[in-house]
């Protein structure tokens, strides 16, 4: 896994050089006026750091780490930023990958990643729980959480149930 | 067997683990102060755009009644009475577009544009239609622009926003409406215009029907010019347009029609007021 997310970080590089030519293309101060031509680029970045940041160190990224990682601004006022609900859409791309990654992890005999996932994912679920959202697409993507987060429990479950997750606690727990 | 636990899968036992994970998460942990901040950073925006949108609503209403008022203009005596009136209203709606100014300042104006637009549209309708009373003529953007230039208007104004006691200088907000703001609000000023000419046949006013059809002739022509390359709210608003000035050529037609059935002096009884009457004896 390590070797994977250096490579990973490696083709950032290529995508900061991008970016930056991109924030050539517009007057500093209209990107709202342009915004829509890459906001999902950019939450599709935002997934893609989270994902590697997760699987390096199995906490959340956060926006100013994010934007190093990207070569952009944390805030407006800074220059070319990322905005809160691009990085949250990206926040929650990654709750639905690591739904499906606590499902291969067991098939490929790692039994304690799923648990690993599962805390990480109830404390994100709780902190959603905190944002008075509009009915808008970040809205919608946020009432994907929970089945992402049903997926992960029934998981933990049916490790639970067949005392695998007690296996999995008391040494080998599977290799990447 | 297996497929009896099966069954239970969905049963209490995944809410009740669940209820336990969920106690066990730390309120103060680094992930969870973030999203306080994520709450409060997310419920400002909310709200300052529903602040706009609630100024954009007062600005559309009484753009709207000035709009009204403005019909009721006649060249009788109460005529700039009914100009001055207008005038104090539009001058209402400038103070609430100072306000919209004062929201964004700092703000990256397209964030909100679509909270302001519907009412700074209808703004432009409005005072591009006394413009027009006033002096048959098409107000520009950069006219426009100018009477939304705004500065402090009194000392406690200056102290309650920023903090910098040193300057003595006025604040200054202003608010530019872009183009497709003042094109939407054009498109929807023809349709007023139209109205007029309607009315002003009714009013006996022979004249204002033919130069509104050229005036509007103009600006349809000046539209035509920018066709299908503008965004699809000018496009759609160009189809009413040109229900509009067919209207307008349809009225004319008629006056010109059915003035060579009746002689014209008859024509003037039939139509004009007081003042009209008098010339056209003259004339003759």
Not at chain 1, 150 to 163: A, F, P
Not at chain 2, 54 to 77: G, M, N, Q, V, Y
Not at chain 2, 113 to 131: D, K, M
């Amino acid at each position: 896994v390590p070797k994977k997310c250096q490579k990973a970080r490696e083709h950032f590089g290529t995508v900061r050089t991008q970016l930056e030519s991109l924030k050539t293309k517009f007057p500093t101060d209209q990107y709202y006026r342009f915004h829509e031509h890459w906001r999902f680029v950019l939450q599709r970045l935002v997934f893609l750091a989270a994902f590697v940041v997760f699987l390096e160190s199995e906490t959340l990224v956060t926006r100013e780490a994010v934007a190093e990682i990207l070569g952009i601004e944390a805030d407006r006022e800074r220059g070319f930023h990322l905005d809160i609900e691009d990085y949250l859409s990206g926040v929650l791309t990654l709750a639905s990958e690591l739904a499906r990654l606590a499902v291969n992890s067991v098939t490929a005999g790692d039994y304690s990643r799923p648990l690993r996932i599962s805390t990480f994912i109830n404390e994100l679920d709780s902190g959603f729980r905190l944002l008075n959202l509009k009915n808008d697409s970040l809205r919608k993507r946020y009432d994907g959480l929970k089945y992402d987060v049903k997926k992960i429990e029934e998981v933990v479950y049916d490790l639970s149930i067949r005392g695998l997750n007690k296996e999995a606690a008391g040494g080998a727990g599977g290799e990447k | 067997g297996s497929g009896g636990f099966r069954k239970r899968k969905h049963d209490n036992f995944p809410h009740g683990q669940r209820r336990e994970e969920k106690e066990n998460v730390n309120p103060s942990s680094a992930l969870m102060t973030s999203f306080k901040s994520f709450q409060l950073e997310l419920d400002t925006r909310h709200d300052k755009y529903e602040r706009l949108v609630k100024l954009s609503r007062d600005i559309t209403i009484e753009s709207k009644r000035t709009i009204f008022l403005l019909h009721r203009f006649t060249s009788a005596p109460n005529g700039e009475e009914i100009i001055n009136e207008s005038e104090v209203k539009l001058d209402a709606v400038r103070r609430k577009i100072k306000q919209v100014a004062q929201e964004l300042i700092g703000e990256d104006m397209y964030q909100f544009h679509r909270a302001i637009s519907p009412g700074l549209q209808e703004y432009v309708e409005a005072v591009s239609f006394q413009y027009f009373i006033k002096t048959r003529s098409l107000i520009s953007v950069e006219e426009i622009n100018k009477q939304l230039i705004f500065t402090a208007e009194d000392r406690e104004e200056t102290t309650n926003t920023t903090s910098n006691s040193h300057d003595k200088l006025p604040h200054t907000w202003s608010l530019k409406v872009t183009p497709v703001d003042y094109l939407l609000g054009v498109a929807d000023l023809t349709g007023e215009l139209m109205r007029l000419c309607i009315s002003s046949v009714g009013n006996g006013d022979i004249d204002t029907p033919f130069e509104l059809s050229q005036f509007l002739r103009q600006i349809y022509d000046g539209f035509t010019f920018i066709g299908n390359t503008g965004p699809y709210e000018v496009s759609k608003k160009l189809y009413t347009l040109k229900q509009s000035l067919a209207k307008v050529e349809n009225a004319c037609y008629t006056l010109k029609v059915r003035g060579s059935e009746i002689p014209k002096h008859m024509l003037a009884d039939v139509f004009s007021t007081k003042t009209e009457l008098i010339d056209q004896e003259e004339g003759l």
